[in-house]
């Protein structure tokens, strides 16, 4: 049902655009439209599903590891985090290579994903709903200080624009660095049962012969890994981990291995849905897709909120 | 009461200190140009900090609690939506826009509309407990700023442009013209605010003590929420949003004063928003030499002192 939508949807993100492909244009190799289709409608399908994958991912991972619902990539300041890493090489290293900015923000990402989950473990009061609170906050902090630097050295604009989270400028040779979320999403796999059970804690999982900090940090490295190549290749996508891990536990419940699967494909299937929304509604041009998304998964989320407190609690 | 009143005057010394400096420090050159100037700006924040003070603790008395703020809410992108909405509907040319009297007051009074559903959805009878509304206040505020971005980028971009220069302010872009309409705003809500201010320390003892006392509890309630939002729209249309300010020098104000009489308290922060604003973009401007805004800083502060409230509250509740 899931990958059934997921191909619907894909073939509709295909055939829309500035400019009209019919599939019968795909038939004549050398055609302009076929030209376009492989340069870049098919990197923009594949780009999008990566990146719904892998925020999906992301916040299930954290999800798990913090025992929290409402932990995810948007709510623990690793968004933030990698944004600050970001403009840092923007600004101090500014002959920066592609790669340095690569090994920059997801030091970043790392280290603040990091500090929240210490200091989450220091928070006595783990309430469902005051952990990603105070998750909001620590998120707000880091990017007051980013626009602080950005002020500063004057690229504000140059900023804005680079974390709009944009599908259209995703053309081959620009999107490949996505492919490193592929395996991290298969070891995300293999470790599924761990983080089950290095969510319930460390005395817990010690008790069941697990090394908890390994399992603890490979975690939140995986998390890191997917939320900088998304950020790099495609923009800040936010509420995805939130959200689409939670839709995918409402009807399957909390065993990973079975989610994981599922959130990959609603991961998917939601970042499409906003992209075509954001393609269709203002044609030929584009809304930002992060945009979209903040929309759609902000009012989501607040409707579980309000709806499923009970839920909410565990 | 001595004592409080003693903090005052202190407060009150340090506040015409900061604004005299910011007016007459290392005024160079055109003294006729860049004086006004100035003064503009600096009435701007004073306007703002007292508004955003007033409103933020007469707020927090009648919703009962001190870490909720109308801002924090999402009250002041509201402002945005409205613009936006006024400008999609209607487009540039209308009156509604040309006319800055006209827009400002539909949009005040559209924002007041707009926050009374609001508070009718989350200050029902069940009540919600304050954590899960703080999460839905900074939610809904996301959600409020990003619809405002959408319905911005779905505009033509050239309308989008002026759009952005001619309604949205920030502390780069005072909206000095809507000044005199903003002190009179102002001086009559003071008015008004003053006419309260014994009803407004009858109320903190909650609503069945207060009714008790002869206070018509709920109409109360209903009309500081509108004076409230009146007021954080003021401030916005004037310099744009500021989130934490509110909600810092509340606080601060209840932890210097430590007492419940509302004259004091609310003086008491104006004086310390007048110093946080005039002081603050003083030390930005001229002490560290920097080309940020002050909202930056206080966001980043007020950042950090909210997970302070926040986890301080949390050892009380867990």
């Known amino acids: 049902m899931l990958i059934v939508t997921v191909i619907i949807l894909s073939v509709i993100s295909l055939f829309i655009g500035a400019i009209d492909i019919k599939p019968s244009d795909l038939l004549n190799w050398e055609s302009l439209e076929t030209q376009i289709f492989l340069i870049s409608r098919l990197p923009r399908l594949l780009a999008i599903i990566l990146a719904g994958a892998g925020m999906g991912i992301a916040g299930l991972i954290m999800q798990s590891l913090s025992r929290n619902k409402f932990v995810s990539p948007t709510t623990a300041g690793t968004l933030d985090a990698a944004k600050l890493g970001i403009i840092i090489s923007m600004i101090f290293f500014t002959g920066m290579s592609y790669i340095g900015q690569i090994i920059f923000s997801f030091a970043f990402a790392l280290i603040g994903t990091f500090i929240f989950m210490q200091l989450l473990e220091r928070i006595k009061f783990k309430d469902a709903v005051f952990v990603p609170l105070i998750g909001i906050m620590y998120g707000n902090v880091i990017g007051a200080l980013s626009t602080f630097l950005a002020y500063e050295a004057n690229i504000l604009q140059n900023v804005d624009a680079f974390f709009q989270g944009s599908f259209t400028l995703v053309v081959s040779g620009r999107y490949e660095l996505l492919y490193v979320a592929v395996p991290a999403i298969i070891i995300a796999y293999i470790y599924a049962n761990k983080f089950t059970v290095a969510g319930m804690g460390e005395d817990f999982a010690k008790n069941l012969g697990l090394s908890y900090r390994t399992v603890l940090n490979i975690g939140l490295i995986i998390v890191a890994i997917i939320t900088t190549t998304v950020i790099l290749t495609v923009g800040i996508i936010p509420f995805l981990g939130l959200i689409v891990p939670n839709l995918v536990s409402l009807y399957l419940g909390d065993n990973l291995r079975k989610t994981i699967p599922h959130t990959i494909f609603m991961g998917a299937a939601f970042l499409l849905f906003c992209d075509i929304i954001s393609r269709l509604i203002v044609h030929p041009f584009e809304i930002p897709v992060n945009t979209t998304v903040a929309v759609i998964g902000s009012a989501i989320f607040l409707i579980m909120l309000f709806r499923g407190k009970a839920y909410a609690k565990k | ?318």
């Open chain 2, 1 to 318: 009461m001595r004592k409080n009143s003693t903090k005052l005057i202190i407060l009150a010394v340090i506040a015409i200190t900061c604004m005299l400096l910011f007016a007459l420090y290392d005024i160079q050159g055109g003294f006729s140009y860049a004086f006004p100037k100035r003064l503009e700006r600096m009435f701007a924040m004073v306007i703002t900090g007292t508004a955003i003070a007033f409103a933020s603790i007469a707020f927090q008395t009648v919703t009962q609690n001190r870490l909720l703020t109308p801002s924090v809410m999402g009250i002041d992108s509201m402002y945005e939506i409205v613009q936006t909405i006024i400008y999609f509907a209607l487009g540039s040319t209308s009156i509604f826009v040309v006319s800055r009297y006209l827009n400002f007051g539909v949009s005040i009074i559209a924002m007041v509309l707009f926050a009374l559903i609001l508070y009718r959805f989350l200050f029902r009878a069940d009540k919600h407990p304050i954590f899960l509304l703080l999460l839905a206040g900074m939610v809904i505020g996301t959600l409020l700023g990003s619809l405002g971005t959408f319905m911005q980028v779905i505009i033509d971009p050239v309308e989008y442009e002026s759009l952005q220069a001619r309604l949205f302010a920030s502390f780069m872009n005072v909206k000095t013209e809507l000044l005199f309409l903003s002190a009179g705003i102002l001086v009559l809500a003071f008015l008004y605010g003053t006419r309260i201010l014994h009803k407004l320390d009858v109320m903190a003892l909650g609503r069945d003590n207060a009714m008790n006392l002869g206070v018509d509890y709920d109409k109360m309630v209903l009309r500081i929420l509108i004076l409230s939002s009146i007021l954080i729209a003021v401030s916005t249309a004037l310099v744009g949003p500021i989130t934490f300010l509110g909600l810092i020098v509340s606080n601060l104000a209840y932890q210097y004063f430590a007492t419940y009489k509302h004259s004091v308290l609310i003086i008491g922060a104006s004086l310390i928003s007048i110093i946080a604003l005039v002081g603050g973009q003083f030390l930005v401007l001229h002490v560290f030499n920097l080309t940020t805004t002050i909202s930056v800083i206080i966001n980043f502060i007020g950042g950090l002192y909210f997970i302070y409230l926040l986890l301080k509250e949390s050892r009380k509740a867990g």
